[in-house]
């Protein structure tokens, strides 16, 4: 059974920065796209960024220029690095992986992690 095990969440000034990681853990490689969303409050599950096994990364436009994905294939580990933090980054951070290249949809999803920013 895979999980997605988030860590790195918090509370932070705005401007300030977080790092947050996601880990899959179980006996598969995830040869999909990991990604992060986020879900402010109040307000539906919106997408954050995602990087595919090749490199090839997307950015949600509030995040653009803030936000970094990175990855570690071998480790099924993907890590968001937020920078300038706003107030309106505030949310719960979810972390997605497919399990293949081609799913058309996300097959695991981490259990959340708070991030809050103070203004």
């Known amino acids: 059974q895979v999980q997605l095990v988030e860590s790195g969440g918090g509370l932070v000034q705005a401007g300030g920065s977080l790092r947050l990681s996601c880990r899959a853990s179980?006996?598969?490689?995830?040869?999909?796209?990991m990604a992060w969303y986020r879900q402010a409050p109040g307000k539906q599950r919106e997408f954050v960024a995602r990087?595919?096994?090749?490199?090839?990364?997307l950015y949600a436009e509030p995040v653009k220029g803030r936000f970094f994905i990175s990855r570690d294939n071998a480790k099924n580990t993907v890590w968001l690095q937020m920078n300038s933090l706003k107030p309106e980054d505030t949310g719960v951070y979810y972390c997605?992986?497919?399990?293949?290249?081609?799913?058309?949809?996300?097959?695991?999803w981490g259990q959340g992690i708070q991030v809050s920013v103070s203004s």
């Open positions: 997605a992986a497919a399990k293949l290249a081609v799913s058309l949809s996300y097959d695991y």
């Open positions: 179980g006996s598969i490689f995830i040869d999909g796209p």
């Open positions: 990087k595919t096994v090749e490199g090839s990364t």
